[in-house]
């Protein structure tokens, strides 16, 4: 296998047009893919009741339009027969299901305590929820036990859970769950971002910079930041970054870290990074630190005999086959799809192998790029990096197709009303070649008013409409009127108000540096953050 390493600024060590079948859908993995298909036949084929009953049971993320679609056709998917009746006989799946406060509640003590000794042992945090139903204070036992879950599963979907924990101090234990709980953390996230609970960012402000943990931290020090406390966000961000519950978690305050304090301890730390990320790529250049390792395949075998790389249900098997492996066996697994065309297949797995420490910049499908301008290729290549990482068939939740993740209703108004392509069809956005085509195309559109990967990339994830307006609204990625000018464009940055835009940017830039350096145009990461907070300095609304 021949790996290609670039030294530079940095050191690089076709599917049926037709709708499946119900039989084809009925032995199809279940997945996104599957339910992309099920949702495509049962809102363009009108099926009949019983065949969308069966459908429904088959759907593996039962959640948003298609769920919507179906609630309204056959009605709300109960649970199964196995979930009713005595919780000892069920399933352990349905004994979650059936177990909530109210449940607890309508049994006797000596009920409840059978019921905990049944599930100790078994699962820990049905234990905790049981037990803590018998106790004076069951919401200061699963505190003390630290048991997220079960605190949630307690308080109610109905109940405010930032005002609950206004009333007890988090134990240690509990910090440790919380932090680590996507939940909780979009909870601060967006009391910081919007500014809109004022409960919550009080109760941020009265903690003890060694309570929280990880993202937590974090986002308090944000908090603490805009509430004028500079030298507690100080604390914060340090706590947060000896807490990290991720790589670039800890680079990312380590970072502001380093803004607050202007330790060079911190921006050395930082440049030594060996994660890829906006913050440690900013470190690594202002330090002069250059070594840092990405792995682009160069294959020359041209394709992986019998793989299909435009069906998804073929994706599917394979990673329903790599989800039983791990370590050496995967990575042994991922070797066969070193080929040209399966270059997106075999980064990913390999990723996967290793856990994230080795970091695959994939380059393929290059004959169809469409342009002979570096910046572009690199732009393409970084988004689509970001959004299938490289894999020609991928699907996701919302059922975005292909490696550019366009959505169907964008696919098909590009492709028969834009271009006027003779006969397209939205699974045509699994074929490599239309997919870069599309995103030429839109990004042809995005550039007449958008003159930084930064900004393209907010547009290319949350539309253009929603850039336009976090950029004229005033508050943000604007140094004349910024309250914290000094700290811009990284204060904007962290507030752009849609979650997965705010990251995904940077994400994408960190990518499109890469491979700006892969092409061979040694460009500085300081580049663009330099008028990205002056009206008009990159973009073309103001």
Not at 159 to 173: D, G, H, Y
Not at 299 to 322: C, H
Not at 389 to 416: C, E, T
Not at 417 to 432: A, N, S, V
Request: glycine share 6%; aromatic share 12%.
């Amino acid at each position: 296998m021949r790996l290609l390493v670039l030294c530079s600024i940095f050191c690089l060590s076709v599917l049926s047009a037709e709708i499946h079948s119900y039989s084809e859908l009925l032995k199809a993995p279940k997945g996104l893919a599957k339910d992309y298909y099920i949702y495509r036949y049962a809102s363009e084929k009108n099926p009949n009741k019983a065949e969308l009953k069966e459908l429904q049971k088959l759907i593996f993320r039962n959640s948003g339009k298609i769920k919507k679609l179906f609630d309204s056709k056959v009605g709300v998917l109960k649970l199964p027969p196995e979930c009713e009746g005595d919780i000892y006989a069920a399933s352990l799946a349905c004994q979650k299901d059936l177990l909530s406060k109210q449940y607890l509640e309508s049994l006797s003590k000596e009920q409840r305590e059978r019921l905990a000794q049944y599930f100790k042992g078994r699962d820990n945090d049905l234990y905790t929820l049981s037990m803590a139903m018998n106790s004076p204070d069951p919401l200061g036992y699963i505190n003390a036990s630290g048991n997220i879950w079960a605190y949630y599963r307690y308080l109610g979907a109905s109940v405010n859970l930032a005002n609950e924990l206004r009333k007890i101090r988090p134990s240690r234990a509990m910090w440790a769950s919380l932090s680590k709980s996507n939940r909780f953390l979009n909870l601060l996230s967006e009391a910081v971002v919007k500014g809109e609970n004022a409960a919550l960012k009080s109760w941020l402000l009265e903690l003890n910079p060694s309570e929280p943990q990880g993202m937590a931290a974090f986002w308090a020090g944000l908090n603490a930041l805009l509430s004028g406390d500079e030298k507690k966000a100080e604390l914060f961000f340090e706590q947060a970054a000896k807490t990290p519950a991720s790589a670039s978690g800890r680079d990312q305050a380590l970072f502001w870290h380093y803004l607050l304090s202007k330790r060079q301890t911190s921006l050395k730390t930082l440049s030594n990074s060996k994660d890829i990320n906006m913050y440690s790529l900013y470190a690594k250049e202002i330090t002069g630190n250059n070594k840092l390792e990405v792995i682009v395949p160069q294959p020359v075998q041209v394709g992986l005999k019998g793989y299909d790389i435009s069906d998804p249900f073929t994706w599917q098997r394979t990673k329903d086959e790599a989800a039983k492996l791990k370590g050496k066996e995967l990575a042994n697994y991922a070797l066969k799809f070193y080929t040209k065309t399966t270059q997106g297949e075999f980064s990913y797995l390999m990723q996967r192998a290793y856990k994230g420490a080795r970091h695959y910049f994939p380059t393929p499908f290059m004959e169809f790029i469409g342009t002979n301008d570096i910046s572009r290729q690199a732009l393409i290549l970084a988004i689509a990096r970001q959004e299938s990482r490289f894999v020609p068939s991928a699907v996701s939740v919302s059922y975005a197709l292909g490696m550019m993740q366009f959505m169907p209703f964008v696919a098909n108004d590009i492709g028969k009303k834009k271009l006027g392509i003779p006969g397209f069809k939205e699974d045509d956005m699994f074929k490599p070649s239309v997919a870069y085509e599309f995103a030429n195309y839109h990004l042809n559109y995005l550039e007449k008013y958008l003159k930084n990967p930064i900004f393209v990339a907010y547009a290319y994830n949350g539309g253009l409409g929603f850039t336009r307006r976090m950029i004229t609204g005033g508050k943000l990625f604007n140094a004349n009127t910024s309250k914290y000018a000094r700290f811009e464009p990284f204060i904007s940055m962290e507030l752009v108000p849609y979650a997965e835009s705010r990251e995904y940017a940077k994400k994408v830039l960190a990518n499109y540096v890469i491979y700006s350096s892969i092409l061979g145009s040694n460009i500085k990461i300081s580049k663009f953050f330099e008028k990205l907070a002056i009206p008009g300095g990159a973009e073309s609304f103001r």
